[in-house]
């Protein structure tokens, strides 16, 4: 699609992997002198501008983000990066920024779509959502010199100091922390948890959190927490069918769930007999007085925002090594009673 | 902020109100015919060109559509246009268009954003939500000779026959009518409505579908059409208090409702008691069993598409008479049973 070079055709004309090319432009150090010369000269050759779109950032050519939207959703806990959207797209504004939407299938045509808006220069930087381990967008986009901020770490060995990207995220971990800790301090004494299946960086993160808060109450067995816990996919329906399988063995007093989804078909099913703790403080847990975890959207786009304008323009190679990297921003505990809710 | 002529231009060189421009752009015919050489000759001696963000859509020179997108709420009902825009941003890549969202704080900053971003080229079109009777949104972009679609009717005296613009809207009507038509042929015979102050053109609409329904079934005086329905603020509180004042003093024997936030909070105050029917069918509704009338907002995203894109190319002058110049999409009752949410 794209009339201009890339890093590809770099590799190509160089004989070497596009790790290679990566390295000489972001770790020249690294390369040995005949390869990294060689690079470099096939660099020149093409007219290859790896930091372009970086500089269009500052100089704000296009004055927009891009940014991906998913098809629509029934889902309780889908509205939350709905709700970033609002906040990004108002903060962004402030700053003379826009955002472009767009769509695609799965992440590879998400690295088409940026190939796109790329070559038409219609954005100046992506905001990514919904990272995970190895994802092969961030690693296009380090490639091909793009501006990006993801909303979640990259979710690698070590997120905090050795970030391969600029990040904001909210601490799941701490948030489950909270809403443990602050069952236990309420009396409860078997807190249960209801999470996704491992791996999962952000469901792992959370129940580290749940696991860490009872430890710090006192000795806990590995069986004991297995025993206490469900893994199950998200859902309304799912967490009930988890709660009834706690109640009937697990022996817990008190359950905190990795999403509000999870967290209301537990209340429901538990029958109001034991507290319930969801995450994500949807409207749906702000209409039924159930407790929640919110993640502080505003802050979560203020970082991005931030990241992306202030003086790394988004590209790691671009900031200084002391210089803050992410933003782990703390999630609050929204501690409500429920309604009750009669069947018709 | 614009170095083009605008409509303002030519009526201060010719001497002439904005609305008499307009009218020798669109309707000569009704324009005195030395007037009217008068404001062609401003527009020749200006290089005014009303029609060209229409003929930028018809050759797609920016493929991109402007919507505004608002704070984020933590209100239930507030999730439809979000799912509007899930619906646009998709069905809109298929035809190779993206969408572009920016904020505005009222309707005359977001006529400001219109200027901006067509003096910028940004946009071909401009899609328009929340509609209201005399939006000066849409006379702008009439005046201005800018394509847009409207998510919502212009609320006028003859929306349907005289439309003064493209629109798509939900049949409000239809689906309150639907609901009642539907509690009525379960044997209630009292059925109540909690809805919106008047003058809401949604409001009012969706008010007159309820009270049609409960007229084909039998004699309903106005009293007792008064007696049986509030008129509140959205929210669930706001449902609640009027779901007991209707159980204290109307004799209801069930309750439709203009939204979920309201059907909630009447739902909760009810313990039960009798059946509630919200509308939006949010993911509040879906998880509790609370029944509610669905917008197709696929259909509403289809339809914006069809008429941007069509032989209009969202310019109302450009139709033939006979055309179609809206889309008035019923929505879908959807009856569920409640689920039993005891406090805790």
């Not at 509000?260 to 995450?279: E, T």
């Amino acid at each position: 699609m794209s009339a201009l070079p890339t890093i590809h055709d770099v590799a190509r004309v160089a004989g070497v992997s596009r790790q290679t090319v990566s390295n000489v432009l972001n770790t020249p150090a690294i390369v040995r002198p005949d390869t990294r010369a060689r690079v470099q000269s096939a660099i020149a050759e093409l007219g290859y501008r790896p930091h372009e779109s970086a500089r269009r950032l500052r100089t704000r050519k296009s004055s927009t983000l891009g940014i991906r939207i998913d098809p629509m959703t029934d889902g309780i806990s889908g509205s939350v990066l709905d709700r970033f959207l609002h906040a990004l797209t108002e903060q962004a504004a402030r700053q003379g920024l826009r955002v472009m939407l767009f769509t695609a299938t799965d992440p590879h045509d998400e690295i088409a779509q940026f190939a796109r808006l790329r070559d038409a220069a219609d954005v100046d930087a992506f905001v990514l959502t919904s990272t995970f381990h190895g994802d092969p967008r961030t690693q296009w986009l380090i490639e091909n010199g793009q501006s990006f901020v993801t909303f979640g770490r990259p979710w690698g060995i070590d997120d905090m100091n050795d970030p391969q990207h600029l990040w904001v995220d909210v601490d799941g971990w701490f948030g489950l922390h909270e809403a443990t800790a602050a069952l236990l301090a309420q009396g409860h004494r078997r807190v249960g948890y209801i999470g996704w299946p491992s791996p999962s960086g952000t469901g792992d993160d959370r129940r580290r959190g749940w696991r860490d808060a009872l430890r710090e109450h006192g000795p806990v067995s590995d069986d004991e927490l297995a025993a206490m816990s469900r893994a199950v996919e998200d859902g309304v329906t799912q967490g009930g069918a988890a709660m009834r399988e706690l109640l009937a063995t697990g022996d817990v007093d008190a359950v905190v769930c990795a999403s509000d989804s999870l967290a209301l078909g537990a209340l429901i099913a538990s029958g109001g007999r034991i507290p319930v703790v969801g995450y994500d403080n949807t409207p749906v847990a702000a209409a039924l007085g159930l407790s929640s975890v919110e993640q502080p959207l505003d802050e979560v786009a203020a970082g991005v925002l931030d990241l992306l304008t202030g003086v790394h323009g988004g590209r790691l190679g671009d900031a200084p090594a002391h210089d803050p990297r992410h933003r782990l921003v703390r999630p609050r505990l929204i501690l409500r009673t429920p309604e009750r809710i009669p069947a018709q």
